[in-house]
């Protein structure tokens, strides 16, 4: 009877095989016999444990496909003879266990449904953003509107003119023994006035106006030659013209050149404040694509530094497949490898998904279309590093100086200053304004 036994050479540093005859009722024959059932147990618990492990991280049937492969190497290295063949017995076990589903069918492009992916730049992304998003066009219309009401405020230097005309005329109305036959009026009046910086307003009145009256009066004499009531009729015209000036000054409440400016300043403060409102949502809309762009970036290197870790592990599989036929490597270390494989391809996958969601990411920030065939993004950049020195106290003090919301908090500031300012001034004790004019009347009568 012979024995094929399987063992480590601390010498040949590799695992050796031999033949050994025996005797078939010999004690120590039984008894090697014996161990060599027990060693077979020990070793196929060990393989299924492995095996179960790597079931857990790649599909059934690909597991399967590959142990076989590694059960034909390793049958074609042994020979027919072996009864003892523990490592054989062994990946036939672990070959012959059932269960397990076929893993789902995915493609191996993505182009297939994201579409092909476009290849962007930085700025290019940066002038999409400025150009399209809604919060900055919002913020530049707010901008237009403060400005005009500036220029609202501009109304304070010019001239106010009003003008006024009204006429009446009466016929033939009686006054006892006179009859008004023509009563015709007309005026005219017009103001040209202005504020003044100081607080008080010039004012130029003119006025004038137009009278005409005829009347027939019947007096109870009578004419000693016709017999007849003696009639009188007049008519007069009166011209009546007035030119005035005056000049009002409050000398405590209203005063002073601030309140004369308080509305274009308060409008100012706002218009400033929409710029710095629209310098933020620019520097919030830049941070979004900057940041937006690097995680691409990132995901890109991830996906990168996988596939070399793929290239790598391939690599070892073919150097331990070499090794392994010419009988330096234990066929062992092949499943091990395949699973590392395994591994690093599903990790390729999962970082095209995520350099796809990083797209999608771009997209949104920058307002890019979002859709079928249209989601794959490209980014070639050079990860250059260099290690800058950066030192808090200037970072600081530059945050505080270019910070839109430490400016808008300031022109706010200014704001409920002024308005404070302008309700002290109306709360001063009322006194009566001074106020100085001078009129010229002229008056003409016809009859």
Not at 346 to 375: F, K, Q
């Amino acid at each position: 009877m012979k024995v094929a036994c399987c063992g480590w050479s601390a010498s040949r540093k590799q695992y050796v095989r031999r033949t050994v005859p025996i005797a078939r009722g010999h004690a120590s024959t039984r008894g090697f016999c014996r161990s060599t059932r027990r060693a077979a147990i020990a070793v196929a618990c060990v393989a299924r444990v492995r095996r179960d492990r790597a079931r857990a991280m790649m599909a059934h049937d690909s597991m399967r496909a590959r142990l076989a492969c590694v059960l034909f190497a390793l049958l074609a290295g042994v020979s027919s003879h072996a009864e003892a063949d523990v490592l054989g017995r062994v990946l036939k076990a672990a070959a012959d266990q059932p269960g397990g589903t076929p893993p789902p069918q995915q493609s191996s492009d993505l182009t297939g449904w994201a579409g092909e992916a476009r290849a962007i730049a930085l700025p290019e992304l940066l002038q999409i953003a400025l150009r399209t998003a809604p919060s900055l066009a919002s913020a530049q219309l707010d901008i237009a509107v403060a400005e005009a009401r500036i220029q609202q405020t501009w109304a304070r230097h010019d001239w106010v003119a009003r003008a006024q005309l009204t006429g009446s005329r009466v016929n033939d109305v009686p006054q006892g023994s006179t009859i008004v036959t023509k009563d015709l009026r007309l005026a005219g009046t017009g103001d040209l006035s202005r504020a003044l910086p100081t607080g008080g307003t010039v004012d130029l009145h003119v006025s004038s106006s137009y009278e005409f009256i005829h009347t027939h009066t019947v007096t109870d004499t009578t004419n000693p030659l016709t017999g007849e009531p003696i009639v009188f009729d007049s008519a007069g015209a009166t011209w009546t013209n007035d030119i005035s000036g005056s000049i009002t000054q409050p000398l405590l409440r209203g005063r002073g050149r601030a309140l004369y400016d308080a509305n274009e300043v308060r409008a100012t403060l706002a218009r400033d404040v929409a710029v710095l409102a629209r310098r933020l949502l620019a520097i919030q809309t830049v941070q979004a694509v900057i940041s937006a762009y690097w995680d691409l970036v990132l995901a890109e290197q991830t996906v990168a530094i996988t596939r070399a870790s793929l290239d790598l592990a391939r690599e070892r599989l073919r150097v331990t497949t070499i090794g392994a036929e010419g009988g330096k490597v234990p066929r062992s270390e092949i499943p091990a490898v395949l699973q590392i494989i395994a591994t690093r391809e599903e990790d390729v996958l999962n970082g095209e998904l995520g350099v796809l969601n990083a797209s999608i990411a771009v997209r949104r920030a920058t307002g890019m279309p979002i859709g079928a065939g249209e989601l794959g993004l490209r980014v070639a950049t050079d990860l250059d590093i260099k290690d800058q020195p950066f030192d808090l106290g200037p970072l600081v003090e530059r945050a505080y100086a270019a910070s839109p919301e430490l400016a808008q908090l300031a022109r706010q500031d200014q704001s409920a200053t002024l308005d404070i300012e302008v309700t002290e001034n109306g709360a001063r004790s009322p006194t009566r304004p001074v106020t100085s004019s001078s009129s010229t009347r002229s008056r003409s009568t016809a009859r």
